[in-house]
């Protein structure tokens, strides 16, 4: 696919093949301190692949993030000509909840391609798998949302919807290849794959997130902007008939239409005052991954002033929709604090790069598992709505599990 540059490196006024031409000299193995930062996001439209740190964006919650990526741009020098020129572009991850740092940075260079040795090297064997909480917490929880919601009908501030997720901890009989890991989630041709480092964590080990989101949050280029909610979702089934049935059934579903329409009314408002132009289909379409049926709308706008508007601020003044967390955002997330029982860290919250010109691309990091030495943590939710059952939502769960067990080398697991 051809791309301006300024997508990119920063320089609008050269055209490359993002992944195909980009840097064929980094062809070798780089650097272990380099591969420490390697960076990979991998979509139908754009392959992006960084190798290095150069210098970290200061770290900040959501509410600060459009104002400190202007002062880093602003404060970049100019490389000299001479030099071999860094991309100018920040890359990585802003976690769930909004008041935590996120972790972006500048990279020292663009990758051919995310190469390591390691990635050729077999699977480790899985060990364990561990639920937390287990399926019945999980259950006992949506059961408490749902009474909770009702509760609430009658105040001020009602909520509407409350996302539940829960997370499953996988234990191997040796170092879990988070390069390897990303290989194989190739699998899914539809998902936007991502790798991106988080920092150092138990024994010195890089923390990684790594997966493949069917979920766009915010894009932009020039002027346009663009989201992909996805919201409303069905487990697959190998039996071409009875995957039909699950596609229809899920579309016809009054609840799963009424998750979805929060989601995307609460985009639409949000989006509204920085858009001259704004639109959506009346109705959402069915969108598949692998393992999952899910509904999507597509929304596209103008923006009023595209040049004071960053693609990463755009990521912030969305993030979390009501896809990942619930409506109304506030009230939701609280729920979510106390029934969860754990930390999501940077699961269901944002992975993407953005540019100098301010243009860029964010995904809602879903499907996807934190790596640090010989364990992984896995992370699924579901919306819970009025009419929510909490068994099915934990079989919903178990199916969103199930396209990175998948890749681990763990077969159809009951978890």
Not at 163 to 178: C, E, F, T
Not at 184 to 201: H, M, S, V
Not at 366 to 392: H, K, M, N
Request: with cysteine; proline share 7%; net charge negative.
């Amino acid at each position: 696919m051809e791309s301006r540059v300024a997508e990119f490196w920063g320089a609008p006024d050269l055209s490359v093949q993002i992944g195909g031409g980009a840097s064929e000299r980094h062809e070798a193995a780089a650097p272990k301190d380099d591969m420490d930062w390697a960076f990979g996001l991998s979509t139908p439209e754009l392959r992006l692949f960084t190798t290095g740190l150069k210098q970290r964006l200061t770290p900040g919650p959501a509410a600060t993030l459009g104002a400190r990526v202007r002062r880093f741009f602003s404060d970049l020098p100019v490389a000299p000509e001479t030099d071999e020129p860094s991309p100018r572009l920040l890359v990585g991850a802003l976690p769930f909840d909004r008041n935590a740092d996120d972790c972006l940075f500048l990279p020292e260079r663009a990758a051919n391609r995310i190469w390591d040795m390691s990635s050729t090297a077999s699977r480790p064997a899985i060990r364990a798998l561990m639920p937390e909480p287990s399926r019945a917490a999980y259950e006992a929880a949506v059961t408490q949302a749902l009474e909770a919601m009702r509760a609430s009908q009658g105040g001020a501030e009602p909520v509407d919807k409350v996302v539940l997720s829960r997370s499953l901890k996988v234990q191997g009989d040796g170092a879990i290849d988070p390069f390897a890991l990303w290989r194989d989630l190739k699998a899914d041709p539809t998902a936007a794959r991502f790798l991106t480092p988080l920092g150092e964590g138990a024994g010195g080990a890089m923390r990684r997130l790594v997966g493949a989101t069917p979920e766009l949050l915010a894009s932009k280029r020039g002027p346009a902007v663009f989201s992909h909610p996805l919201a409303g979702s069905a487990r697959r089934s190998t039996d071409v008939v009875q995957d039909e049935a699950a596609a229809q059934d899920l579309l016809a579903s009054d609840k799963d239409r009424r998750e979805h329409a929060l989601v995307v009314e609460a985009i639409m408002d949000l989006l509204a005052p920085y858009c001259s132009d704004l639109r959506a289909p009346p109705g959402p379409a069915l969108v598949s991954t692998r393992t999952m049926w899910h509904l999507g709308t597509r929304i596209e706008g103008r923006l009023h002033r595209p040049d004071e508007t960053s693609a990463a601020e755009l990521a912030a003044l969305l993030h979390p929709t009501p896809a990942v967390c619930g409506s109304p955002r506030d009230r939701a997330a609280e729920m979510i604090h106390a029934l969860e029982g754990y930390d999501r860290g940077f699961y269901a919250g944002a992975v993407g790069w953005t540019n100098a010109f301010g243009d860029g691309a964010w995904y809602i990091s879903l499907r996807c598992a934190e790596t640090c030495g010989d364990q992984a943590r896995l992370y699924a939710g579901a919306g819970i709505v009025e009419g929510s059952d909490p068994a099915a939502e934990a079989d919903e769960t178990s199916g969103k599990f199930q396209a990175v067990l998948r890749a681990l080398g763990v077969d159809e697991a009951s978890v």
